[in-house]
């Protein structure tokens, strides 16, 4: 009975979403009268990894946990969360939120403090402060990530190239090594695919792209928006170049699947996602297993930076749990240091910890792990913290906007000064 009025919820809150809905419950060794459920997205190895930590917890605990997988689009998860949330549903226990999230549904999530004094110990401090509001630990870091650049390795130096340290190398290298393969045969190979969707996943490209030529940010810590500049113009210009070119028009509808689905494929020379994909590409059944390295994003020129958006998921309870001590309790051992490292070796997911980068096991099973620190030390962060509540729209605004520049609709200089315009009247008298 509970699974499927869980399941009938939340589709008929996906309706014309085109979400994909599914529930699965793991069942404790004992029978309960308590239940708890979960969600969890299913990128990548997700929902394996989240199934694999709740039937521990669940085993040991004696208690039965529905896990709920949700949208894959961050977009669309995070307009289902609303609804449910708005009607103080409490269809789901435990919500697995974006790094940006935790001011957009503060109203609706507990203190994780008030259950248990020890919450967010030993975390990386950044990601502490992310997840506080109005001094309410609201969610608990489940991994980090920020943009790294995929590349194949066996390709480049076939033909003659380094891994490239700014986007006109990759651009150069992309565009001859994908000339020269279809000449000699592979006429399905691109130069470069990345996240092109209108979604959140376009606003952590393009936010690396204008980072990375001194553009700054959307908004600045000052709450000034400051997105309408020529470093900016010149880096959505570059993109919108590679559009037809190196990468296929279809980009304009990938995300992450569909981009890793390309390069994992042997479609690709390069490729920006998150680490996730790493441990994936290595994989026994991957055509490119031993073929791929990761570097550092590109800079935006010599003058530039190596950047990456600052990315990451988090364990939130809903203050409309009915079992809120044990949510929390369930969220602590997911987040903990052992399941942590656990995913970071057999999935190459970003470990909370900073000791964790230090430990030989992780360090083993993800090299790459130890040669990227200057991306994740220099990681640009979403301006969710200046914006609050209006984080979303800020977000869906420019990535409209970035979209209709890379589909050839509007030009770079018009766009962003339009987008400037729309995002001073959603503030306050021209800041936030």
């Known amino acids: 009975m509970v699974r499927t009025k869980i399941a009938r919820t939340l589709a008929s809150l996906a309706l ?12 404790a060794q004992s029978a309960s009268a308590q239940s708890l459920s979960i969600s969890c997205g299913a990128v990548g190895v997700e929902l394996e990894l989240c199934k ?7 085993k040991d605990k004696g208690i039965e946990v529905e896990i709920v997988s949700t949208p894959n689009s961050s977009t669309e998860r995070l307009a289902l969360y609303q609804q449910i949330l708005a009607a103080q549903g409490d269809d789901i226990d435990i919500l697995q939120v974006d790094v940006v999230w935790p001011g957009v549904l503060a109203p609706h999530l507990v203190n994780l403090r008030d259950h248990n004094a020890d919450a967010g110990t030993g975390h990386f401090e950044a990601l502490i402060e992310n997840n506080t509001v109005d001094g309410k630990l609201l969610a608990l870091p489940w991994w980090t990530d920020a943009g790294v650049l995929y590349y194949r390795a066996d390709l480049l130096e076939k033909h003659g190239f380094e891994p490239p340290t700014t986007w006109a190398q990759m651009t150069e290298a992309a ?9 000699a045969g592979d006429d399905d190979l691109w130069g470069y695919v990345w996240q092109g969707k209108s979604y959140e996943g376009l606003t952590c490209d393009a936010l690396e792209w204008v980072d990375s030529y001194g ?20 880096a959505l210009e570059m993109a919108a170049s590679w559009v037809g070119d190196i990468t296929p028009q279809g980009v304009l509808n990938y995300d992450e699947e569909a981009s890793r689905g390309v390069f994992q494929s042997g479609n690709a020379v390069f490729m920006r996602n998150w680490p996730y994909a790493w441990a994936l590409a290595q994989s026994d059944d991957s055509p490119i297993k031993g073929k791929v390295g990761v570097v550092a994003l590109p800079k935006g020129g ?28 369930l969220a602590m051992f997911l987040t903990s240091q052992a399941q942590q490292k656990q995913r970071a070796i057999s999935s190459s997911y970003n470990p909370t910890y900073p000791e964790l980068y230090d430990d030989a096991d992780v360090l083993e099973a993800s090299p790459f792990f130890g040669t990227l620190e200057e991306t994740f030390t220099n990681a640009v962060a979403r301006p969710s913290a200046i914006v609050g509540d209006k984080y979303n729209r800020v977000s869906s605004q420019f ?23 729309s995002l001073n009247r959603l503030g306050r008298r021209g800041r936030w």
Do not use: C, F
């Not at 014309?16 to 069942?27: H, M, P, R, S």
């Not at 553009?215 to 010149?234: D, F, L, R, W, Y």
């Open 16 to 27: 014309g979403a085109g979400a994909l809905i599914g529930t699965q419950v793991v069942a």
């Open 52 to 58: 694999a930590g709740v039937e521990a917890w669940s």
């Open 175 to 183: 565009k001859t090594i994908m000339e020269k393969e279809r000449a």
């Open 215 to 234: 553009g700054g940010a959307i908004v600045n810590a000052e709450g000034e928006v400051t997105i309408n500049n020529p470093k900016a113009v010149e």
């Open 302 to 329: 010599e003058d530039g930076g190596h950047t990456g958006t600052l990315g990451g998921w988090n364990l939130a309870v809903s203050k409309y749990s009915k079992n809120p001590e044990l949510a929390v309790d």
């Open 399 to 421: 990535w409209s906007a970035v979209h209709g520049v890379l589909a050839g609709q509007q030009e770079a200089g018009p766009a962003l000064a339009g987008l400037e315009n």
